[in-house]
């Protein structure tokens, strides 16, 4: 775990990890990259186009980790907020950005991804983790939790807007590095009985991750 002063050092050691991983060379092997949804990688984003020229976006695919049901230019899009701070300003072919379909019925998004994502393992994924120890659209208490088998199902939110497309357990298992981006003093609670050992909430259930915090979350 990798405790962080303020906001903006945050955001940069969040991008970092991206940066890391994103090669200069056209010639290279393709990277898989899973982005996290919500406002807090948003700045991440915006730090890592600004800061990859020279690039080889050519070789790199986005996918992401959970869709809110919403059409895809909605202000709670996580497609669309990738959109704005990251993807309009790199040269990255529109092939390369495997989005979840928010905007058809949740079962049917989920079903296209899970064909769509079958046999990929993902070079680096990023995740957060909610006040209430979810991560991706994993909540406590959902069925979607203790999926052992579909990389991607239909799931519910406790808050609007309720219908969700998530990344499941199985999907992780093969990442290469998963890092876990928690800013927030709200968050502070879930994480503390995360390294207590509390297996119970979703976060806690991914393994081999590796975790940036800010003071924040870490001071609570």
Known sequence: MRVVADAEAFARAVANEMLAVIPGSAAAPEVHLVLAGGRTPLRA???LAAESAGAAWSRVHLWWGDERCVPPGHADSNFRAAEERLIRRVAIPAANVHRMCGEVAPAVAAAAYDRETEGRSFDLVLLGMGADGHTLSLF????AC?????????????????????????ALAGARRIVFAVAGPDKGPALRRILAGDRSLPAARVARAAWIVDAAAASE
Do not use: C, K
């Open 146 to 170: 203790d999926e052992t088998a579909r990389r991607v199902v239909a799931s519910r939110a406790p808050v609007a807007p309720h219908d969700r497309v998530t990344m499941t357990f199985p």
């Open 45 to 47: 984003y915006e730090i």
């Open 140 to 143: 406590p208490g959902d069925p």
